[in-house]
Protein backbone atom coordinates (compact mmCIF):
# COMPACT_ATOMS: atom_id res chain seq x y z
CA UNK A 1 0.00 0.00 0.00
CA UNK A 2 2.84 2.68 -1.17
CA UNK A 3 5.64 1.42 1.53
CA UNK A 4 9.31 1.81 0.49
CA UNK A 5 12.07 0.21 0.84
CA UNK A 6 15.05 1.03 2.11
CA UNK A 7 18.95 0.20 3.28
CA UNK A 8 18.95 -0.13 7.00
CA UNK A 9 21.23 1.96 7.03
CA UNK A 10 18.73 5.18 5.84
CA UNK A 11 16.23 4.09 8.37
CA UNK A 12 14.45 7.01 10.32
CA UNK A 13 13.01 6.70 14.36
CA UNK A 14 9.79 5.73 12.59
CA UNK A 15 10.51 3.22 9.71
CA UNK A 16 10.49 -0.47 10.38
CA UNK A 17 13.82 -2.48 10.19
CA UNK A 18 13.46 -5.93 9.58
CA UNK A 19 16.40 -8.46 10.55
CA UNK A 20 17.59 -11.90 9.18
CA UNK A 21 20.02 -13.72 11.72
CA UNK A 22 20.80 -10.86 13.47
CA UNK A 23 21.82 -8.74 11.02
CA UNK A 24 19.46 -5.84 9.53
CA UNK A 25 18.62 -6.23 5.97
CA UNK A 26 16.11 -4.02 5.05
CA UNK A 27 13.85 -1.38 6.55
CA UNK A 28 9.98 -0.36 5.00
CA UNK A 29 9.14 2.94 5.41
CA UNK A 30 5.09 2.98 5.82
CA UNK A 31 3.16 5.97 3.79
CA UNK A 32 1.29 8.86 5.51
CA UNK A 33 -2.09 7.71 6.16
CA UNK A 34 -3.07 10.43 3.59
CA UNK A 35 -1.05 8.66 0.72
CA UNK A 36 -2.66 5.16 1.71
CA UNK A 37 -5.76 6.28 0.99
CA UNK A 38 -4.98 7.52 -2.60
CA UNK A 39 -3.40 3.98 -2.76
CA UNK A 40 -6.36 1.78 -1.84
CA UNK A 41 -8.78 4.16 -3.91
CA UNK A 42 -6.29 3.18 -6.77
CA UNK A 43 -6.67 -0.19 -5.83
CA UNK A 44 -10.03 -0.41 -5.81
CA UNK A 45 -10.40 0.97 -9.35
CA UNK A 46 -8.25 -1.38 -10.44
CA UNK A 47 -10.49 -4.03 -8.57
CA UNK A 48 -13.47 -2.69 -10.58
CA UNK A 49 -12.11 -1.93 -14.08
CA UNK A 50 -13.70 1.54 -14.27
CA UNK A 51 -13.04 4.95 -12.19
CA UNK A 52 -15.07 4.62 -8.94
CA UNK A 53 -17.33 7.36 -10.45
CA UNK A 54 -19.00 5.32 -12.88
CA UNK A 55 -19.82 2.59 -10.51
CA UNK A 56 -23.76 2.45 -9.78
CA UNK A 57 -25.18 3.30 -6.34
CA UNK A 58 -24.78 -0.09 -4.36
CA UNK A 59 -21.45 -0.60 -5.56
CA UNK A 60 -20.46 3.24 -4.58
CA UNK A 61 -22.47 2.26 -1.22
CA UNK A 62 -20.06 -0.82 -0.91
CA UNK A 63 -16.76 0.92 -1.39
CA UNK A 64 -17.78 3.18 1.26
CA UNK A 65 -18.22 0.19 3.31
CA UNK A 66 -15.04 -1.08 2.37
CA UNK A 67 -13.19 2.43 2.97
CA UNK A 68 -15.06 2.24 6.46
CA UNK A 69 -13.56 -0.89 7.60
CA UNK A 70 -10.22 0.06 6.79
CA UNK A 71 -10.22 3.58 8.35
CA UNK A 72 -10.76 6.01 5.65
CA UNK A 73 -12.88 8.65 6.91
CA UNK A 74 -10.61 8.95 10.14
CA UNK A 75 -7.72 10.66 7.71
CA UNK A 76 -8.02 13.91 7.45
CA UNK A 77 -10.24 14.97 4.56
CA UNK A 78 -10.83 11.77 3.85
CA UNK A 79 -14.76 12.04 3.29
CA UNK A 80 -13.82 14.60 0.72
CA UNK A 81 -11.11 12.60 -0.88
CA UNK A 82 -13.94 9.38 -1.47
CA UNK A 83 -16.47 11.65 -2.37
CA UNK A 84 -14.65 13.22 -5.13
CA UNK A 85 -13.35 9.77 -6.34
CA UNK A 86 -16.68 8.45 -6.15
CA UNK A 87 -18.69 11.68 -8.32
CA UNK A 88 -20.44 12.24 -5.03
CA UNK A 89 -21.17 15.22 -2.89
CA UNK A 90 -19.61 14.73 1.03
CA UNK A 91 -23.28 14.94 1.66
CA UNK A 92 -23.98 11.59 0.01
CA UNK A 93 -21.16 9.57 1.88
CA UNK A 94 -22.43 10.46 4.88
CA UNK A 95 -25.74 9.06 4.13
CA UNK A 96 -24.17 6.14 2.85
CA UNK A 97 -22.26 5.89 6.22
CA UNK A 98 -25.19 6.32 8.26
CA UNK A 99 -26.79 4.38 5.72
CA UNK A 100 -24.73 1.09 7.08
CA UNK A 101 -25.55 1.98 11.19
CA UNK A 102 -28.87 2.19 10.58
CA UNK A 103 -28.77 -1.21 9.15
Known amino acids: MGAELL ?20 AVRLPQLSDSLDHILAAMERRHGMPLADLDRKAKQSVVRTL ?26 YNY ?3 EKDA
Do not use: C, K, M, Y
Open 68 to 93: EARGAFSVRHGVETVASALGVSRFTV
Open 7 to 26: GPDQAQPDDVVLAWEGQDVI
Open 97 to 99: LNR
